[in-house]
C-alpha cells in the first residue's frame, strides 16, 4: 500500500483498555473495535458519538498516546508502528483535553506554555521566542508572568492551546476541549482556534457533544460501540435518522426545518442543509404552497397553575469572599414561586454559584436574608439551628456531583443523608428505593459500586443521594454538563418530571437553548447583580434581549430569519408568539401559515 | 476556609531576591536554618531580625502577605512559649502557685523559643516558596543533587514530582471545599459531635478526593505525555539557571552576615 503522505489513515485499528487483576474474569469490551478512518491534511474534522463510543480513545490512537492491539496507524506517510518514527508523529500532533486544571504542569504561565518545545530540547534564542509567539497568538502575552491557577476556565483552555503551538504541530486534537467553558468564552476559544488552523495550516479535529459546533466542520464521523457508523459532510450526516441510536440529536435549527417538512408533509434535501440561507429559502417555498393543511395536533394543555405562593425569598443578599475588593453577588432580591423551575442564567464568575451557595444556609448570608417557607414555618439562614432543617427542605446538587460519591455501595451513599438526619433503617429503604426510581436507577445499580457506573449514571446516583430527602425545593447546577445529547435529554426529563410531582426546581445554566425549553421564569445575573427576572418569552423578546444584550436562543434567532421570509409573502401575516423547543416552534410558523393562506383561499 | 492556605504558595512579583538564583538560595537557607539553631542571645536575635527584614525588603513582601504566613504557624509558636515558660525553672521566680513555677529567665528563654520558630517561617518564605516558583526550585534541587543521579539517584524524577505536587496544592484544596460544601448540603456536620465522629465526617471527605487525586494524575500524565515528556534527558529550559556575580556576591554577603550574627552569640555566652 503506497502511504499517502497528505492524510491520517487509520485502518482496522482495536484497542482495549488493560483490566485490573480482579476482573479478570470478564471479557474486556474493545474501546476501539476494527475502526477504520482517514483524516485528509488540513481538514476539519469533528468526531461524534455517545459517551463511552471510543471517541477519546481514537483520539489517543492518533496522538501514539496509546498503542492498538491490531491494525494500522499511519500518519502523513509515518507509520506509527515504527517504533523510530513514533517520537516524530507525537511531537507534530498536540491535544487539548476537557478539564483545563490536569493538563497545566507549570505554575507560570510562560513556564508551561514552555514545558512542551523543552521536552523537544528546543535551544534557547528559538525556544524563548516559540513561548512568546504563541503566547501573542491566544492573546495571553500580557498575563505571561501570572499564576497558572489564577486564570479563568476559558484563559486556562487559550493556554493550553499556546502550549499546543509552541511545539509548533501538524495536527491539534481538541478532546471535549470547549465542554467546560459558558458560551462566550466556547465562541472565543472556537474562533481562535479556527483562526490558528487557517494561519499555520493545521489539521483540526475536534471531538465534542455539541451538534451545533460540529457544523462549522468539513467533515464528521460519528463513532459507536468503537466503530465508525457515519462519516460525511455535516448536511449528509444530519440528513439521516439514525442520530438518536448513537446518542446524538440534530443541531437545534435542523429539528425545527425537519419538523415543518413533517407538519406540511415534505421532504428536505441534502443541499437544502447546505447553508442557513438554502435552508430559509427552502422552508418558506414549502410553507408558500397554496395546499398545505393545518396540522392537527392535540391543543397543549397548559396546566398554568397560578403560581403565588413564595417558597423562598431572597432580600438584600449580598456577600464578599475574604481577601477580595469586589462583591461577589450585589443585593440580590428574588421571590421564588412553589411549583415553578427558575432559572438562573449568567457567564462563569457572576455570582451564580456564590447565590446558590446561600440557599441551603452553605454560606450564612452576612448582609441580607434568604428565608424559606416549610411545614415547619418559615425558616431564616440566619438562623443557625435551624440548618438542618433547611438542608433538609433544600437539596443542592453542585457541578460535577458524581465525583464526591463515596460509599461501598450505590444504596448506601443514597442513604448518606438519611443517616445524618437520624432517619429510622426501616423507613430509609423504601425512600431510597423511591429517589432511585425518580432519577430512573435499577435495583441492580443500587448494589453496585458507584465506581463502577457510566458517567451520566453516577450523576443519577448523586443526585439520588439529595432527593431521597424529599426536598420541597431542589437546586442543580449545571445539571447536564459534559453529557451527550441523548443524556442531557434525559437529565431535562427527570427534571420536568420532578416539577411535575411538585418540587421546586431552580436551575442554574449557561445554556441560554435549554433555559428557554426548561425554564417557567429566568433569572439573569451580571456582575453579581439582577440583570432581569421575568419568563423566556419576556426576555428573549427581540426588544428586551437587545437591551439586555443578551444572545437569543438558536432556534429563536433561526426561526425569526424564516418569519421575516415568510412576511415577504404574506405581508399581514400574524405569527403566535415564539416557543423556544424546536418541535412547537414549527407547529407554531406553520398554523400561522396556514390560518394566513385559508384567509387567502376564501377570498 | 483550605482555599487561603498559604504554604508553599509562590508571590508574583519583580524584586531583587525573585532574580537571585535559588541555587543561592537553597543553599542560605540551610544556611540561615543552621543559625537560627545556633544563636540564643537577645542581641544576636535582634541582629537576626535586622538581617530578615533586609531580606523581607529585598523580595518587596508585603506587610499582608508576610502576616498571613506567619498567622497559621502562631498557635504553635504560642504553644512552644507556654510549654518553655511552664518548664525552666531556673532563675528568679516572678510566680509560684502549686506546681506551675514562672521565672523571668523561663519567659526570655520562651520567647527566644517561639521568635525562633517564626524566623524560620519567615526564612522558608521569603527565601524559597513566596520568591520561587515551584519549578524553579524544582530545578535548583535537581541541579544541587545532581551529583546524586551518579548513584542512580532519581534526581529529575522527584524534582518533577515536588513541583507538580506544589502545583496542584491550590486545587486540591479548592477540591476538598467543594466535597465538603455537597456534604455539608446532604446534612454532614464536620464542627460538632464527637472526636470519632469528626473524624469519621473527614474519612467521607477524603475518600472522593483520593478518588479524584487518581483520576487527575491519570489525566495529567496523558496530557504529560502528549507534550512529548520523557524525563530529564534532553530538555532544555526557557529560563536556563544562571549564576551571575550578583548571585555569587549575594550568597557571600548573606552568609557573612549569618557567620557575624554566630559569632557575636558565641561572644556573648
Redesign the interface.
Known amino acids: 500500500m503506497p502511504e499517502d503522505p497528505n492524510s491520517i489513515v487509520i485502518k482496522d485499528v482495536s484497542f482495549s483498555y488493560e483490566i485490573p487483576e480482579e476482573d479478570s474474569g470478564k471479557a474486556p469490551r474493545p474501546a476501539l473495535d476494527g475502526i477504520s478512518i482517514t483524516i485528509a491534511k488540513g481538514s476539519y474534522t469533528a468526531i461524534l458519538g455517545s459517551n463511552g463510543s471510543g471517541k477519546s480513545t481514537l483520539a489517543k490512537i492518533i496522538d501514539v498516546l496509546e498503542v492498538p492491539d491490531s491494525g494500522k496507524v499511519v500518519i502523513f506517510g509515518k507509520d506509527a508502528g515504527n517504533d523510530d518514527l513514533f517520537w516524530d508523529i507525537r511531537s507534530h500532533c498536540c491535544c487539548v483535553f476537557q478539564n483545563p486544571d490536569n493538563q497545566i504542569v507549570g505554575t507560570i504561565v510562560e513556564e508551561d506554555v514552555a514545558f512542551g518545545p523543552e521536552n523537544l530540547g528546543i535551544p534557547n534564542p528559538e525556544l524563548r521566542q516559540r513561548v512568546d509567539q504563541a503566547l501573542k497568538d491566544v492573546g495571553l502575552y500580557e498575563l505571561r508572568h501570572r499564576e497558572t491557577t489564577a486564570l479563568s476556565g476559558g484563559q486556562k483552555q487559550k493556554l493550553a492551546i499556546a502550549g499546543a503551538l509552541a511545539m509548533q504541530p501538524d495536527i491539534l486534537i481538541l478532546d471535549e476541549s470547549t465542554a467546560m467553558l459558558d458560551p462566550s468564552s466556547r465562541d472565543d476559544f472556537l474562533a481562535l482556534v479556527e483562526k490558528m488552523r487557517l494561519e499555520k495550516g493545521l489539521t483540526l479535529i475536534t471531538i465534542t457533544h455539541d451538534m451545533t459546533e460540529a457544523l462549522r466542520c468539513d467533515k464528521l464521523i460519528i463513532v459507536d460501540k468503537g466503530k465508525a457508523v457515519m462519516e460525511g459532510r455535516p448536511e449528509e450526516i444530519f440528513m439521516s435518522d439514525d442520530l438518536w441510536k448513537y446518542g446524538l440529536k440534530r443541531p437545534v435549527k435542523y429539528i425545527f426545518a425537519f419538523e415543518i417538512a413533517k407538519l406540511t408533509g415534505q421532504r428536505l434535501t441534502c443541499d437544502d442543509l447546505k447553508s442557513d440561507e438554502t435552508l430559509i429559502s427552502a422552508l418558506a417555498d414549502m410553507l408558500k404552497k397554496p395546499d398545505i393543511k393545518a396540522p392537527e395536533a392535540p391543543e397543549e394543555k397548559k396546566a398554568k397553575t397560578d403560581r403565588h405562593e413564595v417558597i423562598m425569598s431572597v432580600k438584600d443578599l449580598s456577600y464578599t469572599y475574604d481577601g477580595s475588593d469586589v462583591k461577589a453577588i450585589d443585593n440580590i432580591n428574588l421571590d421564588i414561586m412553589k411549583g415553578e423551575v427558575l432559572g438562573i442564567v449568567g457567564e462563569s464568575g457572576c455570582g451564580k454559584t456564590t447565590l446558590i451557595s446561600h440557599m441551603n444556609a452553605i454560606f450564612r448570608p452576612v448582609s441580607g436574608d434568604v428565608t424559606i417557607s416549610t411545614k415547619d414555618g418559615v425558616l431564616s439562614c440566619r438562623n443557625k439551628k435551624d440548618t438542618l432543617k433547611i438542608r433538609q427542605n433544600v437539596g443542592l446538587v453542585f457541578q460535577y456531583p458524581e465525583y464526591q460519591l463515596f460509599e461501598e455501595t450505590v444504596y448506601k451513599d443514597i442513604a448518606f443523608g438519611l443517616r445524618k438526619m437520624d432517619v429510622p433503617k426501616t423507613e430509609q429503604k423504601s425512600l431510597i428505593r423511591e429517589a432511585a426510581y425518580r432519577v430512573g436507577l435499577t435495583e441492580k445499580e443500587l448494589d453496585s459500586s458507584p465506581f463502577e457506573l457510566s458517567g451520566g449514571q453516577k450523576r443519577r446516583a448523586a443526585m439520588a443521594g439529595v432527593l431521597v430527602m424529599n426536598p420541597g425545593i431542589l437546586v442543580l447546577d449545571e445539571p447536564a454538563s459534559g453529557l451527550d445529547p441523548r443524556g442531557r435529554q434525559e437529565m431535562f426529563t427527570i427534571i420536568r418530571c420532578l416539577r411535575d410531582s411538585g418540587t421546586t426546581v431552580v436551575l442554574v445554566s449557561h445554556n441560554m437553548d435549554e433555559a428557554a425549553v426548561n425554564c417557567d421564569r429566568i433569572c439573569l445575573i451580571d456582575g453579581g447583580k439582577i440583570k432581569a427576572v421575568g419568563t423566556p418569552a419576556e426576555l428573549f423578546s427581540k426588544e428586551k434581549a437587545e437591551e439586555l444584550n443578551i444572545q437569543r436562543p438558536r432556534i429563536t434567532r433561526f426561526s425569526e430569519r424564516l418569519r421575516k421570509e415568510l412576511e415577504k409573502v404574506y405581508p399581514d401575516i400574524v405569527f403566535d408568539g415564539m416557543e423556544f423547543e424546536p418541535e412547537k416552534e414549527a407547529l407554531s410558523v406553520v398554523k400561522s401559515v396556514c390560518r394566513e393562506a385559508g384567509k387567502h383561499n376564501v377570498q | 476556609m483550605f482555599s487561603?492556605i498559604s504554604l508553599g504558595r509562590?508571590y508574583?512579583a519583580h524584586s531583587f531576591l525573585h532574580e537571585t538564583d535559588p541555587r543561592v538560595k537553597t543553599i542560605l537557607y540551610g544556611v540561615y536554618l543552621v543559625t537560627v539553631f545556633m544563636i540564643r542571645e537577645p542581641v544576636s536575635v535582634a541582629l537576626l531580625a535586622g538581617i530578615v527584614i533586609l531580606q523581607l525588603i529585598l523580595a518587596k513582601i508585603t506587610p499582608g502577605i508576610l502576616w498571613s504566613t506567619v498567622k497559621p504557624m502562631l498557635p504553635l509558636a504560642l504553644f512552644i512559649f507556654i510549654i518553655n515558660v511552664l518548664t525552666i525553672k531556673q532563675g528568679d521566680v516572678l510566680f509560684s502557685w502549686k506546681i506551675i513555677t514562672i521565672t523571668g529567665y523561663g519567659i526570655g528563654r520562651a520567647s527566644i523559643m517561639a521568635v525562633r520558630l517564626i524566623f524560620l517561617i519567615i526564612s522558608t518564605s521569603v527565601l524559597l516558596t513566596l520568591t520561587t516558583?515551584?519549578?524553579k526550585m524544582s530545578d535548583a534541587l535537581e541541579k544541587l543533587f545532581a551529583p546524586l543521579s551518579l548513584i542512580k539517584v532519581p534526581v529529575h524524577e522527584m524534582a518533577m514530582m515536588m513541583?507538580?505536587a506544589?502545583?496542584f496544592i491550590?486545587?486540591l484544596a479548592a477540591?476538598t471545599d467543594?466535597?465538603m460544601?455537597?456534604?455539608?448540603?446532604?446534612?454532614?456536620?464536620y464542627d460538632t459531635g464527637s472526636f470519632i465522629n469528626k473524624v469519621r465526617g473527614y474519612i467521607?471527605v477524603l475518600?472522593?478526593l483520593f478518588?479524584?487525586s487518581f483520576?487527575?494524575a491519570d489525566?495529567?500524565a496523558?496530557?504529560?505525555?502528549?507534550?512529548?515528556?520523557?524525563g530529564g534527558k534532553?530538555?532544555?529550559?526557557?529560563?536556563?539557571l544562571n549564576l551571575t556575580l550578583r548571585d555569587v556576591l549575594t550568597g557571600i554577603m548573606f552568609t557573612l552576615l549569618a557567620v557575624l550574627v554566630v559569632l557575636v552569640d558565641l561572644s556573648l555566652r
Open positions: 487561603k509562590y508574583p516558583t515551584p519549578l513541583s507538580i506544589l502545583r491550590p486545587t477540591e467543594k466535597i460544601k455537597a456534604q455539608q448540603s446532604r446534612g454532614a456536620d467521607t475518600i472522593p478518588v479524584s483520576r487527575r489525566e495529567l496523558v496530557a504529560m505525555d502528549a507534550r512529548c515528556y520523557s534532553g530538555r532544555t529550559k526557557l529560563n536556563p
